[in-house]
Nanobody, 128 residues
Framework: HVQLVESAGGSVQSGGSLRLSCTAS????????MGWFRRAPGNRRVAVALIDQYDTANYGDFVLGRFNISHKKKTNTSYLQMNSLKPEGTAVYYC??????????????????????WGQGTQVSVSS
């Protein structure tokens, strides 16, 4: 059972940038991905970005080229660089590790809940 520890989030103004990190207690398993989801108030958790062991990345449609996910194998740490943040980006951001197939399906609406391990979540607030 992997443990995931996220960095602190933060507060930025619209158009600003933030970088989140997530360190796993072990290396990424074959066929697994690390990813980021977010939950805005009153909404369900949705996929933001994910990356596999070959550094192939996928993003939610709403990202529109503004975010970049990366993974450092040496430290088992994934990073989510978020640029041009919008107020609708205000949410609790969660790091996850789980089967790539299920995680990628979540980008098309598949309910990924129950398939991966999760970090504790970190608050990101974007003011207009």
């Amino acid at each position: 059972h992997v443990q995931l520890v996220e960095s602190a989030g933060g507060s930025v103004q619209s158009g600003g940038s933030l970088r989140l990190s997530c360190t796993a207690s072990r290396y990424m398993l074959n066929g697994y991905c690390m990813g980021w989801f977010r939950r805005a108030p009153g909404n369900r958790r949705v996929a933001v970005a994910l990356i596999d062991q070959y550094d192939t990345a996928n993003y939610g449609d709403f990202v529109l080229g503004r975010f970049n996910i990366s993974h450092k194998k040496k430290t088992n740490t994934s990073y989510l660089q978020m640029n041009s943040l919008k107020p609708e980006g205000t949410a609790v951001y969660y790091c996850t590790e789980g089967p790539c197939k299920k995680m990628r399906s979540s980008l098309r609406g598949f309910n990924y809940e129950g398939y991966g391990s999760w970090g504790q979540g970190t608050q990101v607030s974007v003011s207009s």
